[in-house]
T-cell receptor
Framework: AQSVTQLDSQVPVFEEAPVELRCNYS??????LFWYVQYPNQGLQLLLK??????LVKGINGFEAEFNKSQTSFHLRKPSVHISDTAEYFC??????????????FGQGTILTVHP | DAGVIQSPRHEVTEMGQEVTLRCKPI?????LFWYRQTMMRGLELLIYFNNNVPIDDSGMPEDRFSAKMPNASFSTLKIQPSEPRDSAVYFC????????????FGQGTRLTVV
């Protein structure tokens, strides 16, 4: 089984500042990793995913994440945030390959609040 | 594409009543997932289907919950009888057979049991 820990439940930041949302995972098998964003009263939207290859993954809205296998981490970063980035962010993991792919295990979420 | 469509968006019901949540996955997607989101437990997988067949229902909390997928374009999640602790946002998601494609989520149904 896999598990995900998001180390910060809330992250306040000022507009145009950089931000990092931390995610650690645990798994005995190879995994795929995802970051989803949830705006108020909305469903989850994929920001980016890591399947294989380059450990630095770029996503939508200027976000990127780095997969670190030795530290079992997949932290999300953005060099300069905007007010519109205010949302809840979820890190998720699934077993790589096979029919269980897509059976996502989510972290508890990190609420990012961008202040003017 | 209209995406994953869930109905209703909001549901308020009295304890003991039957509740049915509906989901229309994206056309051509082979997998369908039902998730529940609560403050206490976060996002948890309830059940998922592959080609209309339930594959893993280990997340279904108890016998009061049941899910069906009578065809490739429709799924239901039923709670009978409902209890206040079932209050949550229920999400449906679907994905195609392609191993490298992520799941797409619907807007969710906010259920309140009073």
């Amino acid at each position: 089984a896999q598990s995900v820990t998001q180390l910060d439940s809330q992250v306040p930041v000022f507009e145009e500042a950089p931000v990092e949302l931390r995610c650690n995972y645990s798994s005995s098998v190879s995994v795929y990793l995802f970051w989803y964003v949830q705006y108020p009263n909305q469903g989850l939207q994929l920001l980016l995913k890591y399947l294989s290859g380059s450990t630095l993954v770029k996503g939508i809205n200027g976000f990127e994440a780095e997969f670190n296998k030795s530290q079992t981490s997949f932290h999300l970063r953005k060099p300069s945030v905007h007010i519109s980035d205010t949302a809840e962010y979820f890190c998720a993991v699934t077993r790589a390959g096979g029919t269980s792919y897509g059976k996502l295990t989510f972290g508890q979420g990190t609420i990012l609040t961008v202040h003017p | 594409d209209a995406g994953v469509i869930q109905s209703p968006r909001h549901e308020v019901t009295e304890m003991g009543q039957e509740v049915t949540l509906r989901c229309k996955p994206i056309s051509g997607h082979d997998y369908l997932f039902w998730y529940r989101q609560t403050m206490m437990r976060g996002l948890e997988l309830l059940i998922y289907f592959n080609n209309n067949v339930p594959i893993d229902d280990s997340g279904m909390p108890e016998d009061r919950f049941s899910a069906k997928m009578p065809n490739a374009s429709f799924s239901t999640l039923k709670i009978q009888p409902s209890e206040p602790r079932d209050s949550a946002v229920y999400f449906c998601a679907s994905r195609p057979r392609d191993t490298y494609t992520e799941a797409f989520f619907g807007q969710g149904t906010r259920l309140t049991v009073v």
